[in-house]
């Protein structure tokens, strides 16, 4: 099946910094490659989405890189402000309709 | 529109127990899936139900079942609770299944076993 990693697992970043955090996936036939935060204590929430045929999306201070080839993909956030804190996922998904999530990453913007 | 609604919230067993989890999707919604999240394995793929059938299955063991209604709410079971199955069990709901479209999830609901 899948197998989807996830880096850093932790990342603290100043206030108007940039995080980025990057995954891997293993199976070339994944084709959707969400992302979802999770602030504490409540459900995870889709903040962008990317598929395979396209290599960079872009809202607002959010952006996905997509590169097939090496099998990974990133989630840039600028201007980094404190809501942003919160556990990032992102995910892998074929034709099945079965998220396989990576571990998550811990991001503490600090004011 | 209402979200996702996963009941009970809280839950604390024992042991041996066997326990029932509900979801109701967002309303036209036909896709329901379920995850247990758990601080050492993060999210990990129970099952998706469409069309009141199992569609497809994550690597649990057989005592995790669920079934899906006409109306498209889910239910989840768990037979003979293990310590191991103390979780936070998130169901998330898709319009369809015709493209890879947004999963919302619910709350969750928080399985003590004890």
Redesign the interface.
Known sequence: ?ENVEQHPSTLSVQEGDSAVIKCTYSDSAS??F?W?KQELG?????II?I?SNVGEKKDQRIAVTLNKTAKHFSLHITETQPEDSAVY?C?A?M??????????TTVTVRA | KAGVTQTPRYLIKTRGQQVTLSCSPISGHRSVSWYQQTPGQGLQFLFEYFSETQRNKGNFPGRFSGRQFSNSRSEMNVSTLELGDSALYLCASSVSRTLNTEAFFGQGTRLTVV
């Open positions: 099946g084709n959707y969400p979802y409540k459900r995870p929430q889709l989405d598929r996922f995910a998904s034709n099945d309709y079965k998220l396989s999530f990576g571990a998550g």
